[in-house]
């Protein structure tokens, strides 16, 4: 069965292999006299304040399961990983290699004594799965056509640094899937890596490869259909939405859903509460410390390395204790000791790892071109949004079809008007607060596709003022199968220059 179907189908027994994250004891604390406070993660009243309210602020995650509960549960290992070779770059012999590997746990706080230590530790955190794979797995990372098919991009050493293998015990190896490393990872056109990146891995494509596969051993047709269906309303089930992606996702043939999960490319995910009308691109971890809301829809407030940490336990699975009103992915949890999470520490050391990323080295330089670029920048008046140092001034900006409310707690945080792009990721998904933040412009060079849901593939798409128009065909960009329309609207600064005031822009922007 493909991953996303394992992960998002399994309903309650989802949580048996459920991975948050909290150390021994669930005091928070790190063992050894000079270790650091570790923020407790698992606080409801934390949790409820953390998050920036949907459009309807009744409809807004509450999380059920108590600390009590949360912190009964048993933390899983970080094991030692080894790297994943394209087939035909394999060493010769290598898996067997591996299945003579005793297993390492690969993470222990007590060892942790100083900042680099913890940050080395988060990157192993980083690159751990929140489920292994047996021997399925190890064939699909072994079918050549399936790389092809996809288009997988593969490093300059040969490995495909998306997924990792594990040693659960001797003589067996697992592939690791979901990783935080899985979908921020970014393989350049050189074959050089950037962590933390916005990603580059196929999944949705991949995905759809897998299920034609599967769909072709299959007996029961509707049996097979009912259940990529069911897959979305864990997925993307908003009940509370005029049109509740789930409700539209369980109508759809398997021709249909192939369609829509090949027209996602690589860089932007349908990934859970968004769908895959609206996908999200990847964002880019490179500098997370500094932004102050997380999610293109700014659904998360940033105030604290606690938060990220939240976040993170969230992302990976939290969201799974949520309620939604009267909406709730699970009536029934299994007992603690059947489930497994993170440790605390294992999310503070991912946390500080995060912060810790730096940007590679940018080979665009400020030039003559490029400084005739950043003038006009400026006068063009995109500093006010996108502010120097950070290129944003952190702030929220409400989407056509939206009223911020009076008494809006981010209120005085939000811009006064819409820049016109395509609401839907903010308005009809259960990630809508009715807000797209203003995103940060460091870092476009090596980024892409653009644009909350990377409808545009490139600069010059965005500052083409033809993405205005019906007949607009982005060369790589997210477009829905069947559109009878391909343009791109809204954010219209910078489209009114001429075509060298372009170029010099374009410039400009490539070396932040």
């Not at 897998?210 to 009912?226: C, S």
């Not at 500094?290 to 940490?309: A, E, F, N, Q, V």
């Not at 990976?316 to 299994?334: C, I, R, T, V, Y």
Request: proline share 8%; aromatic share 10%.
């Amino acid at each position: 069965m493909n991953p996303h179907i394992r992960w998002l189908v399994a309903g309650p027994a989802l949580l048996c292999i459920f991975l948050i994250l909290h150390a021994a004891g669930g005091r928070g604390q790190a063992a050894g006299a000079d270790a650091p406070e570790v923020p407790r993660v698992w606080d409801q009243e934390a949790l409820r304040a953390q998050e920036v309210p949907l459009t309807r602020p009744e409809d807004s995650a509450r999380y059920f399961v108590d600390a009590d509960l949360y912190y009964r549960i048993p933390v899983r290992p970080i094991l030692k990983s080894y790297p994943v070779y394209l087939p035909s770059r394999e060493p010769a012999g290598y898996l067997k290699r591996l299945e003579q590997q005793q297993p390492e746990v690969a993470f222990d706080p007590a060892k942790l004594k100083t900042r680099q230590d913890w940050i080395r530790a988060g990157e192993l955190v980083f690159e751990a799965p929140i489920f292994y794979e047996g021997q399925e797995g190890i064939a699909r990372l072994h079918d050549a056509k399936r790389y092809a098919a996809a288009g997988v991009p593969v490093a300059k050493d040969g490995t495909v640094p998306f997924n990792r293998y594990f040693v659960k015990e001797k003589g067996t190896v697992l592939v690791g899937q979901f990783s935080c490393s899985m979908c921020h990872t970014r393989v350049m056109p050189d074959g050089s890596v950037i962590k933390g990146a916005q990603g580059n891995f196929p999944l949705e494509r991949l995905d759809a490869y897998d299920r034609e596969a599967e769909a072709a051993k299959q007996t029961d047709a509707r049996q097979f259909l009912d259940g990529l269906h069911e897959f979305a309303r864990n997925a993307f089930g908003a009940p509370w939405l005029a049109q509740d992606p789930y409700a539209r996702y369980a109508k759809l043939s398997f021709p249909e859903i192939q369609a829509l999960w090949r027209a996602i490319p690589p860089g932007v995910q349908a990934r859970f509460a968004t769908s895959v009308w609206n996908p999200v691109q990847v964002p880019d971890l490179i500098g997370v410390k500094d932004r102050k809301y997380l999610d293109h829809t700014g659904l998360s407030r940033h105030r604290s390395i606690g938060d990220l940490m939240r976040y993170a336990v969230i992302n990976q699975g939290g969201f799974l204790f949520a309620q939604h009103d009267n909406f709730k992915f699970n009536e029934s949890l299994p007992p603690p000791e059947k489930m497994l999470r993170y440790s605390d520490e294992q999310v503070y050391a991912l946390a500080l790892f995060l912060y810790a990323l730096q940007p590679p080295d940018n080979p665009h330089r400020l030039d003559a071109q490029a400084e005739r670029g950043r003038v006009l920048f400026q006068n063009l008046g995109c500093g006010r949004c996108h502010t120097e140092p950070l290129y944003t001034n952190n702030k929220l900006t409400p989407v056509d079809g939206f009223t911020v409310p009076p008494d809006h707690p981010d209120r005085d945080n939000a811009i006064a008007f819409s820049l016109g792009t395509d609401p839907g990721l903010a308005l009809a998904t259960r990630r809508g607060t009715g807000f797209y933040k203003v995103p940060s412009l460091k870092g476009l060079w090596y980024r892409g596709p653009l644009q909350h849901s990377g409808q545009l593939a490139t600069l010059e798409e965005w500052f083409d003022p033809r993405r205005l128009r019906d007949d607009f065909v982005s060369q790589g960009g997210f477009r829905l199968p069947g559109a009878s329309s391909g343009a791109v609207r809204g954010h219209k600064m910078g489209l009114r220059i001429s075509p060298q005031e372009r170029r010099d822009l374009i410039a400009f922007l490539r070396t932040l």
